[in-house]
Every structure is written in C-alpha cells, then in structure tokens.
C-alpha cells in the first residue's frame, strides 16, 4: 500500500500569530493553490512564499516557531497559563529555580491535600496541617523518580493504614510559611502557572487606602466605560484610564478650589474589579453565549475542537516477558550501559509510556522503560513534538506516522514520573500547559486508558510470553518458558501495531471514521494545531542536560568533542579561563547551547562531522576506535567521520528499536563516559596522504616539526603524552 503523501499545514495559519522563521519575524498574509505567503513584520511590503511541503519540512526540522495571538494588543490576547516566551525554567540559575521548585511543590501538595478535604480551608486549620503539607512536598521535589514501591507505601500512609516511608534521597524540603502566603501562592499559581511565581511569590502589593465617596463613584465610572467593554482591556491598560480620569478631575477641583482627590493604585483597582458581579463581567467582557458556557454547571469536559488542543499521557505495565539474551541491541552499549538501561538479557515486563491526541485519537508518543523511575515520560514528551516519519519508515510500516507537535494542554495522572520537577519544567519552556487529573480517577484520562486496553486485548494476546494483569487470570499459563520476544521484537510490533492497525480502524467516537482519516479531515478543512513545533534551539534548552563547563583558549569540550565560536573566543579574552552553564542534547552533539551573561547562545562543533550525530552513536564509535588501536591517542576527523558512518550503518535496524527506548543519560553516567572521554584520544584535522617518490622508487616523506609538549597536554585528563624530536622525520601512515 503506498502511503498518503502530507498535503495539509501541521499548524494553524491566523493573521494574529506572529511565526519566526529563518531568524525573521513574519504575519500571515494569504494561501492559494498549496502555497501560503508570509509578510515581514518590519516591512510588510517584504514578502515570502512556501509550498506546504516546504513548510511542513521546516516544522519537523524545528525552523519555524509559532508565537499565537503575538500581534494582538495585550489587552486582548486570550489568557494562557503557559506561553511561549524566552523565559526558559531550566535556564533558571539553580539557586532560583531551586526557590521555584519549593514554592510550587508547597502549592500542589496543599491543593492536592484540599481536594481530599484533609483540612478546612481557613488559615487556622491550614497552619495546623503545615508540617503535613511539607512532608506531601517531597514527591514533588525528588529529581530521581521514587521506585513504584514507594508510591504503594505512600499510598497507604495517606490512607492513614500504615507507618510514614523513610526517604531514601536527600530532598530538602521548603520552609515553613503561612496560610495566607501559601493561599497567595496558589492563587499566583492557578491564574499563571509556574513562571508566575519565578522570584515574585514573596512579594506584598500596596495597602489599599481609604476612598471617599467620590473617589469611589470617578472610580466606578471608569471601570464601568474602560474594562466593562468587548475590547477586554488588561487592568494595566484600564489603571493608566484611571490615573488619567483622576488627573483630569483633580485639575477641574484646583482650578475651583476644591479639595483634590486621591487616585488609586493598582491593588485598589483590582480589588475593586474583583468585587465585580462575575456573570455581569463576563456578559460584558465576553458576551452572553460566552459567558452561559462559562458560568453554566457541566459534569462533561470541553469538546476539544483541533488537534492538540488536549493530549493525554499515562503509563503502563506490558503483560508481555521479553528476554533480550538474543537481542542485537548489545552491539550498540557497553555492559555497564545495557545494565543501567534494563538490557542486561534477564526476563522483565517492560512499563510504556503512551500519549494520545484527543480530537483525533491518534497516537502521537510512545517510549519503553524496564521501570518507570527513568526519564521516560520526557521522551514521550519528546517524540510527542518530533516528526516520526522517518522512523515509522526506518520500522517498515505501510502508513505515514505524520502526527506531531506542540500539545495546548497535557493531561497527566499523578505518577512520580508526571509530579517530578524536571518534567514539569520542560512543559513550562515549551509552552504546554500540564494539568494533573485527580488521583484515583482513571476515567478523566479515558482515551489513553482506553487505548492501553484496546492494546491488551488485540495485539498482547497474538503474542507468546504473556503474563496476564493478575495472578488470577495468568493461572497456569508458563509466561516465562513462552518468552521468546526480545525487545526489538516487542518495539516492532509495537509500533506497527499503532500506525497500521490502530491508526487504520474505524472509531465510533470519531463517526466511524479512523484516527488517520480525521487527522487528515481536520488538516483539509484547515483546522490545524495551534501551536508550531518547538524549534531546534527550543529542544535543546528544554530537554538538554544542565552542565557546567570551563571555557578555555579552545573553546569548551564535552565527550572531548571540541566546541568554538566567535562570542566563546571573545569572553575567554575577556574574562579568561571560567565555568560557564551548557546544556548539553543527546540526541544531537553537533550544537551545544552556552549561557553568556544574561543570553543562551548556539555553539557549534568544531569538527562538522558530528552534526545530526546523537551521543550514543558517538560513545560507540569511540569504543570501536579504542578496539582498533588502544595505544593509538590521536584520530583524524575524516577517520572519525567513517568510523560514525560505518557505526550508524551497522546498527541502522537496530538504532530505530533504540529510538523508542528511554537511553538513561542520567547526570551519573553522563559524568562516568565524559571522564572516559577526556582520558582517551584526542580529535586532530586529516593529515597529509603519502604520494609516489618523483623518481619512479619508494614513497615521499613529509619532515614534520612536533608541537612543544604543552601544546599536546590534555588539560582534562591531567596528562602529557610522549613526543618525538623536534626535527624528527615522521612517515604518514
């Protein structure tokens, strides 16, 4: 079956977004005829035409950024707990995120405590249940995620059926605060998420002062003709109304000699609105109909209208034993790196981390764990906003796996994995608006469990080494002496299973038409994604892994692969040898992003082979390396180059399986390789090839004048390597 050629945008085209392409910034003006043109916002005269496949290939390869209601006054843009913008979280300085961190975990374990009704919401009863809330804080601080048997035995302290766990980490948990802070917290919180309370949360407005009558009366007047209006203006565009109605009165009043009046201030302003008949608001502000739907009682969720308006995400146990004693994953990692991934050929039950976008149903992330304390979801979330065509083709299915991009709204249980602060921050720096649904409550994430059971009762039971949900349904069935899968085979079936199978059958939900055909519907009607893909840069700061590097005269080194630019060179003049923050993206070793100053600048390898090049692929061409030559401390660019073609060659089948499962680079092992990395050989330009003697007989030499023996030492490692005589004669092998 040939697969359908993507004719349709992946992303919403509006005249009020602002798009960023190519280091530009551009409105949407027209499409025709399977072309849409832009105009540049600087000079609308300027424009610019692409075809959709153009368009579409940039989305993937992360060159275009969507920024939605960007050209829309302030006043009247939609109101989004998470935007895009270039506050990044994880670019955070540790001591600020760290008071980030604590801030938000205080409000989540007391809203979590309010909705079980552990306390009265009053001050007394809150201050009371404080030590509490601290303790219920911890889950939300741990950077390593808790075993699953820690979350049963929490479980069952809550409960009130058991002793408190002993925490096994060295979580510090926040301090003490007082209800009232901790209820400004939580309201700072619930109007604008995390980034509303980055360095701000300690922060006490004005008092309001005391108003006479006809300060009150000016005052209601304005609010009345200012923010009682369809344009929606903000309280900051309505409170420079106010100063301006106040200056106008006060200038009549002194003219009359008459006493003047007191203007308020912002906090008063706000008060004042809040006291506001909130239906009588939202008819003026929004309109009837609008402010019915708002205000109307429903026990049914919103209808989602577009594609990654909504997605969920949750995780699973695999009824399926899967030995890897066979698997050809083995030739890729080192012992120690199977070990700490799971692969280490014992019979497991693997945990999948799934996504599914609700207004089409269709499957948009999928990542293999043997347990699920790794980072996993964060590469869901990952390949949630990453193209999947490639792949879906490098595993043979006979349908396009097109679906990608930047989700609204992610709805998550509360797993360890979903509550840690390190996912949490990754949804904050690329926009997506995560929303945790009550604990215990399966059926508000309905699609994705629906879709977990779909897969237990069509594709497990076809496959041998089946282990059953429980005990009493396993019976006698022999699971492990039938486990003959190994893991490249679950991961196959897998995926095939989602693009050619579930993706392909008729859902009632969607009117009996299948998850591909309403993706495609809502493309050809033009109702596309809000939200662009996350760019290049975007990833590599969000998903990246926080370093600290020494910039020195060669710029900075990482896996002992060398980084340089123009802006590095320029800071070691100015401030000489220093640590500067990087982060780091496996996937990807040919960039690295720096923090100089106030600004995270894109740094590039010195050495252009390894861009495109992920950090496995690269750990694997050295250690292959090391097996030709172990004394040999030097290799050439082009050498290396071949040896990473060589490499992905090799384990071009088995690198798709590899893609789909979590590879753990943990700070631990990140720490463990780049020390092995720095102690081996160095990278050095291709040297000169040896050519015929002019005479007919034997082969040229080249005289070569070494290097002094500082130049050669390896700052890293510690270590200076042996040379030969300055005037030595060298022989190019």
Request: proline content about 5%; charged content about 30%.
């Amino acid at each position: 079956m040939a697969k359908i050629e993507q004719t349709s945008l992946v992303f919403s085209l509006d005249k009020d977004h602002e798009y960023l392409m190519r280091a530009a910034n551009w409105g949407y003006a027209y499409q025709t005829n399977g072309t849409v043109t832009f105009y540049a916002i600087d000079d609308p005269h300027k424009k610019v035409t692409y075809d959709y496949g153009t368009l579409n290939r940039m989305n993937a390869s992360g060159q275009i950024e969507v920024r939605p209601y960007a050209l829309l006054p302030e006043s009247l843009r939609p109101v989004q707990a998470n935007t895009l913008d270039d506050v990044f979280i994880s670019a955070l300085s540790p001591a600020k995120r760290k008071r980030l961190n604590h801030c938000v975990a205080m409000v989540l374990s007391y809203e979590e405590m309010k909705a079980r009704k552990a306390f009265k919401v009053n001050d007394d009863a809150i201050n009371k249940a404080m030590p509490t809330i601290r303790d219920r804080a911890e889950v939300y601080l741990a950077e390593t995620l808790p075993d699953p048997e820690v979350s049963k035995k929490w479980a069952v302290y809550e409960r009130g059926e058991g002793p408190k766990p002993k925490s096994k980490g060295s979580v510090e948990l926040p301090d003490k605060v007082s209800a009232s802070t901790l209820r400004k917290w939580a309201a700072a919180y619930k109007r604008g998420g995390r980034k509303a309370l980055i360095d701000n949360w300690n922060k006490r407005g004005n008092h309001n002062s005391y108003f006479s009558m006809d300060e009150m009366a000016l005052l209601a007047k304005v609010v009345n003709k200012e923010y009682m209006t369809r344009q929606r203006k903000s309280i900051p565009v309505v409170l420079a109304d106010v100063k301006a109605a106040f200056k106008t009165e006060n200038d009549r009043r002194e003219k009359e000699g008459e006493v003047k009046l007191r203007a308020p201030g912002r906090d008063a302003l706000r008060n004042f609105i809040k006291r506001l008949n909130k239906f009588h608001m939202l008819v003026a502000r929004h309109g009837r109909e609008e402010a019915m739907k708002k205000m109307r009682p429903t026990n049914k969720g919103l209808e989602t209208l577009r594609p990654f308006e909504r997605v969920e995400m949750d995780e699973w146990r695999i009824d399926l034993l899967t030995i890897l004693v066979e698997s050809k994953l083995h030739l890729m990692f080192s012992p120690e790196d199977l070990a700490a991934m799971g692969l280490d050929g014992a019979l497991k039950r693997w945990w999948m981390v799934g996504a599914i976008d609700c207004r089409t149903n269709c499957i948009v992330g999928l990542a293999l764990a043997p347990n699920p304390k790794t980072s996993s979801a964060i590469k869901c979330l990952r390949m949630i906003v990453s193209d999947k065509g490639k792949f879906a083709d490098e595993m043979g299915t006979l349908e396009p796996w097109s679906m990608f991009g930047t989700p609204e709204t992610l709805y998550v249980d509360n797993g360890s994995a979903f509550r840690s602060a390190r996912f949490t921050n990754v949804c904050a720096d690329l926009g997506i608006t995560k929303i945790q649904t009550i604990a215990g409550q399966p059926s508000m994430r309905g699609k994705i469990e629906r879709t977990f059971g779909t897969l237990s009762t069509t594709l497990l039971p076809r496959l041998s080494g089946r282990t059953f949900g429980s005990v009493v349904e396993r019976g006698t069935h022999p699971s492990e002496k039938l486990a003959c899968h190994a893991i490249e085979d679950l991961i196959y079936a897998l995926v095939r299973w989602v693009v050619d199978v579930y993706h392909n059958t008729p859902q009632e939900s969607l009117g009996l038409r299948t998850p591909l055909e309403q993706w495609q519907k809502d493309l050809e009607d033009g109702n596309y994604p809000l939200m662009s893909a996350p760019t290049v840069r975007r990833k590599r700061i969000a998903f990246g892994l926080p370093l600290q590097r020494e910039l020195q005269k060669d710029g900075i080194r990482v896996l002992n692969v060398r980084y340089q630019t123009g802006d590095l060179a320029a800071e070691y003049l100015k401030h000489d040898k220093h640590p500067v923050n990087v982060r780091w993206f496996e996937e990807d070793i040919g960039t690295i992003e720096v923090e100089l100053g106030d600004e995270w600048i894109s740094v590039p390898a010195v050495c252009d082979k390894f861009q495109g090049v992920d950090a496995t692929t690269w750990v694997a061409t050295r250690r292959a390396l090391r097996q030709r030559d172990e004394k040999r401390m030097e290799w050439e660019e082009d050498v290396i180059a071949q040896t990473i073609a060589d490499i992905e060659a090799l384990n071009a089948e088995r690198k798709a399986a590899c893609k789909i499962i979590d590879h753990g680079w943990t700070p631990d092992r990140f720490k463990a390789v780049d020390n092995e990395a720095m102690a081996s050989f160095s990278i050095v330009v291709p040297r000169e090839t040896k050519t015929p003697a002019s005479d007919g007989f034997g082969r040229s030499v080249v005289p070569v004048s070494q290097p002094k023996p500082s130049v050669l030492k390896d700052t890293d490692a510690g270590t200076a390597q042996t040379e030969a005589p300055a005037d030595s004669w060298i022989m190019r092998d």
